[in-house]
């Protein structure tokens, strides 16, 4: 299974701009990137979702390099309730059941 | 919004005895998973179940646990003789009502049940 790469922990100001990065270089043609996220306590929970272009949801925007050996989780306003673990995950594109592989993810502290 | 219930939130349990975690999969996916996330650990895969049958398992999911859907709405995880190692939350998930998972799917999980074996 291709594999990501992510920092273990980042900070951000309340309200300003999030940009988590994800290393993904072995990443194969047909595989989606997901980004979940895991806030404390919870379930983790689906933020957004990829393949080749950018996309934006109302929780965030994903930016994918033209390679797409890397990616970014785009938060645009971080908000208290941001804070939590983030998870970049590539799913497997062969045959199954899809089940998700989670790495240790980013831990997102916002400050206030 | 439709959501993924799990019961009981907390279970605690002796070493050996057997338990069942309940979940409530949203009302029309197909598919649906086990994880579990040990105490300041990863979360990690168990099993999905397809059509009244596992799909995949994991090493972890051993003849100890077992799956179940009895009555078309709830999906069950059995763990027959617990051990101290299966202290962990576990998390239920379900995914799309398409006919063939794709790699695209959202999987929609639950609050997870906290497993204490003493």
């Known amino acids: 299974d291709a594999k990501t790469t992510q920092p273990n922990s980042m900070e951000s100001n309340e309200e300003e701009p999030v940009h988590l990065p994800c290393n993904h270089s072995t990443i194969s043609g047909t595989d989606y990137i997901h980004w979940y996220r895991q806030l404390p306590s919870q379930g983790p929970e689906y933020v957004i979702h990829?393949?080749?272009s950018n996309v934006n949801n109302r929780m965030a925007s994903l930016a994918i390099a033209e390679d797409r050996k890397s990616s970014t989780l785009i938060l645009h306003r971080a908000t208290l309730r941001d804070a939590a673990v983030y998870y970049c995950i590539l799913t497997y594109s062969g045959a199954g059941s899809y089940q998700l592989t989670f790495g240790k993810g980013t831990k997102l502290s916002v400050i206030p | 919004e439709p959501e993924v219930t799990q019961t009981p939130s907390h279970q605690v349990t002796q070493m050996g005895q057997e338990v069942i975690l309940r979940c409530v999969p949203i009302?029309?996916?197909?598919?649906f998973y086990w994880y579990r996330q040990i105490l300041g650990q990863k979360v990690e895969f168990l099993v999905s179940f397809y059509n009244n049958e596992i799909s995949e398992k994991s090493e972890i999911f051993d003849d100890q646990f077992s799956v179940e859907r009895p009555d078309g709405s709830n999906f069950t995880l059995k763990i027959r003789s617990t051990k101290l190692e299966d202290s962990a939350m576990y998390f239920c998930a379900s995914t799309y009502p398409t006919a063939r998972v794709s790699s695209y799917n959202e999987q929609f999980f639950g609050p997870g049940t906290r497993l204490t074996v003493l």
């Open positions: 009302s029309n996916h197909l598919y």
């Open positions: 990829g393949l080749t």
